[in-house]
């Protein structure tokens, strides 16, 4: 159980860090957000980045587990993350989460699950394209068991 939560709270650091490094991108580069297409760039740019993350990360932990088990940790991981994002993130770089009114701030909640939504979807149809998932994985295994076994003769 201790390794489960060590790596929901990696990941939901990774995700925050990922969002840091844009704000301060955004901050430091372009005189604290002044230029608003640099900075919707950047944004993009965070949002691709997380999504690929997420993307890796559900082809790596499908190809381990059943799909209840890693969804439920990446949704906690994802969850942490957005509530670190949407929080803490501003205060980091010296604005109010709530300063661009409640628009702007549902906006993002609504990006960042939509970007994190397409990375892990990405990454489990890929892996399940290639039939390397959990399930496809077991399901070969049982297909061999049954076909090594030989055949009963039936009496009659």
Do not use: C
């Amino acid at each position: 159980m201790r390794e489960r939560w060590r790596a929901i709270g990696l990941l939901a650091v990774a995700l925050f860090a990922v969002n840091v490094v844009a704000r301060l991108i955004i901050r430091f580069g372009f005189d604290g957000g002044d230029d608003t297409t640099a900075a919707d760039r950047v944004s993009l740019g965070m949002f691709v980045v997380i999504g690929l993350v997420l993307a890796g990360l559900a082809f790596v932990w499908g190809r381990r587990r059943p799909v209840g088990r890693w969804a439920a940790d990446m949704a906690a991981g994802v969850g942490l993350a957005l509530l670190l994002t949407v929080l803490v993130g501003p205060l980091l770089v010296g604005q109010n989460p709530f300063g661009g009114g409640a628009g702007t701030f549902f906006a993002q909640i609504w990006l960042y699950l939509a970007a994190t939504a397409a990375g892990v979807l990405l990454g489990y149809l890929v892996l399940t394209a290639l039939g390397l998932d959990h399930r496809s994985q077991t399901l070969k295994r049982y297909a061999e068991i049954k076909t090594a076994k030989p055949r009963r003769p039936v009496r009659r």
